[in-house]
């Protein structure tokens, strides 16, 4: 399969642990995208990379939250001192940097869960 | 601020009739506008995509129609199908590639 790949598809914590979450994004992608998404929310967007280059972050990111990419390939999501509004699923994504049509390759997210 | 809104939380159609779902925006600098799939535990998939330089783009029971100066775009089913039945998310692409979404319409497709 050479989709976009997440692990783990479900993690449960009790609050105040950390989590980690990875993703890896089709091969050829440039571009990877972290999205968070709640109950009867759209995706929101949290961060991306071009390569290895962080280069945009939401405000929605706050500093418990930190993201890598340390070879332009997979990357990883740290949550650290969970709470339980970090309950939410996390998307990941890739693409070409301005693809034709500008779509994202979604993968089927990691589903948090803080206790 | 909501810059991608989606304001019908739900729809339902009868299957062979036409679908339609609408999404409006704030920020005339996006240049793509793309409607995505999304089925329970999956991640979205994407559907159908339109320039901001054009108004319409088909693809088989898909179409998506954008209306600049209305800020606003609409996906069209027909005819509908249940298995189209699923949660469809709007999305606009800014000048740094990310996409923002909307809040999602639920589309149910009765038989």
């Known amino acids: 399969d050479t989709g976009v790949s997440q692990d783990p598809r479900h993690k449960i914590t009790k609050r105040g642990q950390n989590v980690t979450f990875r993703c890896d994004p089709i091969?050829?992608?440039?571009?990877l995208y972290w999205y968070r998404q709640t109950l009867g929310q759209g995706p929101e967007f949290l961060t991306y990379f071009q390569n290895e280059a962080q280069l945009e972050k939401s405000r929605l990111l706050s500093d418990r939250f930190s993201a890598e990419r340390p070879k332009g390939s997979f990357s990883t999501l740290e949550i650290q001192r969970t709470e339980q509004g970090d309950s939410a699923m996390y998307l990941c994504?890739?693409?070409?940097?301005?693809?034709?049509?500008?779509?994202?390759?979604f993968g089927e997210g990691s589903r948090l869960t803080v206790l | 601020d909501q810059q991608v809104k989606q304001n019908s939380p739900s729809l339902s159609v009868q299957e062979g009739r036409i679908s339609i779902l609408n999404c409006d925006y704030t920020n005339s600098m996006f240049d793509y506008f793309l409607w995505y799939k999304k089925y329970p535990a999956e991640g979205p998939t994407f559907l159908i995509s339109i320039s901001s330089i054009k108004d319409k783009n088909e693809d088989g029971r898909f179409t998506v129609f954008l209306n600049k100066s209305a800020k606003h775009l609409s996906l069209h089913i027909v005819p509908s199908q249940p298995g189209d039945s699923a949660v469809y998310f709007c999305?606009?692409?800014?000048?740094?590639?990310?996409?923002?979404f909307g809040q999602g319409t639920t589309l149910q497709v009765k038989p």
């Open positions: 091969s050829e992608h440039n571009r």
């Open positions: 994504a890739s693409s070409l940097f301005r693809g034709p049509v500008g779509e994202l390759f």
């Open positions: 999305a606009a692409r800014g000048n740094t590639g990310k996409l923002i």
